[in-house]
C-alpha cells in the first residue's frame, strides 16, 4: 500500500534508525538488502510493519555447505512420528562439531528471519552434548524445510 503526501507526492517509509526507505510495492521492498529485521514506520500515521531480510543467499550457502542442494522438500520442519528423546535407540554418535555447525547456523537464521523453525531448533539444541544419526537426520529435515519454503517471506 503506497503512502502519498496531500500533494500527490509518494512519501518514504523511514526505520526505526532513521533510515529513509522509498518504496511503491513490497516487491520494491523486498529488494532492499537489510541486514537485520527492521520497522518500517509510515510518517503519516503510527502503523508499522516489521520486514525481515531477504535470506535465500544464507541458505542456500547453508545448503551447500552441508550437500543438501538437491535433497527433496518437506512440508514441516521435524517429523512427528520421530522420537528425537529415545533412550534406546542403538543409533551411532555422529560428529559432534559437524552436528554444532548445523545447529548453529539454523539458530542464526530463526533468530534473523526465520521464526517458524525456531522450536525445531530448540529441540534439536537439546542434543548438542552426545548427538545420535537421529538427531543429525531431524537437522537436515529442518534444512530440506528452509529450501522448500524459501521462496515464502513472512509479512505482518
Partial sequence: MPCHAPSGKQMPWRTASGRTVPWRSASELSRLRLKRPERLVRPDAKDAIFFFPDE???LNTILRRF??????????????QTDLANTH???????C???????GLLIYAALGSRPDIAFSVTVLSRYNVQPLKMHTTATKRVLQYLKSTS?????Y
Fill in 67 to 80: 550437500g543438501l542442494m538437491d535433497a527433496k522438500p518437506t512440508k514441516s520442519p521435524l517429523d512427528p
Fill in 56 to 58: 535465500r543467499g544464507y
Fill in 97 to 103: 562439531k559437524e552436528y554444532l555447525s548445523m545447529v
Fill in 89 to 95: 535407540c542403538e543409533d551411532k554418535l555422529v560428529n
Fill in 151 to 155: 521462496e515464502f517471506p513472512i509479512h
